[in-house]
């Protein structure tokens, strides 16, 4: 039962980048037959919570997946449910030699989940072979609420230098619910629910909450979508997909334009016509400045006007010493530490 549940985390690699899971009859680029590194959470797994036969991967071929290194992904993530106790992963080393150390394993509100907890030990070499761990997370149970979680985790090849993209740094959010005796329990579990002898319901795969009336999707619907039974979305106007995640737009819209309904675009500030393909600004922005209405154009910093075409004096000598993040104030010229680069050394290199 509880293995079951173990499903979503799937969570954790989830997400809008459908794009990014892989399907079994992908044979040719299985990473099990191929020498190197993989991370995946496990299809019979994925298949309980969705209905979809699919591997979704962490780690493939010694890479880390890029929708995981994406700063938006752990915006795109939903809350775990509180039925899921725990997620299952399979890994394997292949060919060369991998170690790992999960160097953070937080709980920020112990009052309602204690610090993740993994099933081997929490350094350790990567196995060569498959070999399937547990991440679990222990709700106390007796008090319900949304608690956020952190897990890092480190892997180094054999000469101790990090894969890169680790340490993966993933910041989670997981429901912990207090599950009440209700006496008229046989009469209100939903959706095929049972009600045991101690007047809770169990839910049966798909299902979730006090009387089963919450359906799980996996990955979740988007857009505003609604989960109207397990891994069914139902879909505001405007957005198609298994998961709402196409809009119906035949051409694309354009310089940040949404697609709100059948071939119609919802323009930003700045921009019109059917696909937002037209600038107000007549005379355009300079400078990088983005047009934001009519002739007018939000400036980057360090300078201004309508058209962003005035430089404000001097203005390194002032951002620079302040600002450089991850840098060296040199000349009124950020230089960075290694593995930073930009203006002010804020952006790091994914070697
Ligand atoms: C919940 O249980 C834990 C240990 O089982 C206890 O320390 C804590 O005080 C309890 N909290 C409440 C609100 O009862
Ligand atoms: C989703 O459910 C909410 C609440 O029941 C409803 O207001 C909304 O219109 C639904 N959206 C869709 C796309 O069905």
């Known amino acids: 039962m509880a293995n079951m549940k173990g499903l979503a985390i799937i969570l954790l690699f989830a997400i809008s980048a459908i794009t990014a899971v892989h399907c079994r009859s992908d044979h040719k680029n299985d990473p099990r037959s191929n020498g190197d590194l993989a991370l995946w959470i496990d299809e019979k797994q994925v298949k309980m919570f969705s209905g979809m036969v699919m591997e979704i991967y962490a780690i493939r071929n010694g890479n880390v997946s890029p929708y995981i290194l994406d700063p938006n992904f752990e915006k795109y993530l939903p809350i775990i449910p509180s039925e899921v106790s725990h997620v299952n992963f399979i890994w394997k080393a292949g060919l060369k030699k991998y170690y790992y150390n999960f160097d953070r394993l937080q709980s920020f509100d112990e009052s309602i989940l204690s610090a993740p907890v993994i099933s081997i030990k929490t350094k350790g070499r990567v196995p060569r072979r498959p070999k399937e761990f547990s991440i679990l997370l222990p709700c106390l149970g007796n008090s319900s609420g949304i608690a956020t979680f952190s897990i890092g985790l480190l892997i180094e090849s054999r000469k101790g230098r990090p894969l890169n993209g680790t340490p993966l740094r993933l910041k989670l959010r997981k429901e912990c619910s207090q599950r009440n005796p209700d006496p008229e329990c046989d009469k209100k ?154 203006r002010l050394c804020h952006h790091m290199t994914l070697k």
């Open 189 to 342: 579990c939903a959706n095929q629910g049972w009600c045991n002898r101690e007047k809770i319901c169990q839910c049966p795969e798909g299902y979730m909450g006090q009387y089963c009336r919450t359906a799980l999707c996996y990955p979740q619907c988007m857009n505003g979508g609604n989960c109207t039974s397990p891994g069914v979305c139902s879909c505001p106007p405007g957005f198609q997909g298994r998961h709402c995640e196409g809009g119906i737009c035949s051409e694309k819209c354009l310089n940040g334009g949404k697609c709100i309904q059948k071939d119609t675009c919802e323009c930003p500030k700045g921009y019109y016509g059917l696909h937002c393909e037209y600038s107000k600004c007549i005379i355009s922005c300079h400078n990088g400045g983005k047009c934001r209405g009519v002739n007018k154009c939000k400036c980057p910093q360090g300078f201004r006007g309508d058209h962003c075409e005035i430089g404000r004096g001097k203005p390194h000598r002032s951002t620079c010493k302040i600002a450089c993040k991850h840098g060296t104030c040199i000349d009124n010229n950020c230089v960075c530490e290694p593995g930073w680069y930009g």
